[in-house]
């Protein structure tokens, strides 16, 4: 087995040996809301928002974008288990800002192992073999951070499977104070029918 899987397997027992109650936990999410965030590890949804288990659904992908992924989840977080507000916050520094869906397509044709930045851009530091099939994902980067949450806000609101009467609010987390920052024109475009 390898450290990370000990550690882990390790963390899981103690976290069983006082798991109490929890399992009675009701399917649906008790305070009736959802975030969609980013899967940034510094990222602790749970804390920034106050959350203990049962409490809400949270939704990561890379840059916390409303993914067709990402709007299906949202979608059966009402219709099936009565989430009635929910939240995109994406955060300050993210990596999703830092390359284009080119550049990404461009290291993954030379190879698939993980490539390395520096100061002249990102550089495919692997051997071969690559793959084109990455020219069939928009892999959703960022060029304005507060323009994604607005984008993605927007897109959420205008879906055909999402009611008017849940509001979508739009924040930006700061990594380097914690601080949720409205997106004033991402809340106004979200605001329920």
């Known amino acids: 087995m390898s450290q990370i899987l000990d550690e882990v397997l390790a963390a899981n027992a103690q976290y069983q040996a006082g798991f109490g109650d929890k399992g009675s936990l009701a399917l649906p999410p008790a305070r009736r ?32 974008r409303a993914s067709d992924d990402a709007i299906r989840s949202l979608v059966i977080s009402y219709k ?48 071969g073999p690559g793959s084109d099939e990455a020219r069939f994902i928009s892999f959703l980067t960022i060029r304005d951070l507060a323009g994604s949450v607005v984008e993605d806000v927007t897109r959420i609101r205008q879906h055909p499977l999402v009611p008017a009467n849940i509001p979508v609010y739009g924040y930006i987390y700061d990594v380097k104070s914690g601080q949720l920052i409205e997106v004033p024109e991402a809340t106004t475009a979200g605001r329920a029918a």
């Open 33 to 64: 809301f959802a975030i969609l965030t980013c899967m940034d590890a510094r990222l602790d949804p749970a804390k920034y928002a106050g959350l203990s288990e049962g409490d809400a659904h949270v939704i990561r992908n890379a840059g916390g």
């Open 80 to 127: 099936l288990l009565g989430t009635k507000e929910w939240f995109v916050i994406h955060h300050t520094d993210c990596g999703m800002q830092y390359f284009t869906d080119d550049i990404i397509r461009d290291l993954l044709s030379q190879s698939l192992e993980t490539a390395i930045v520096n100061e002249t851009g990102w550089h495919d530091v692997g051997q």
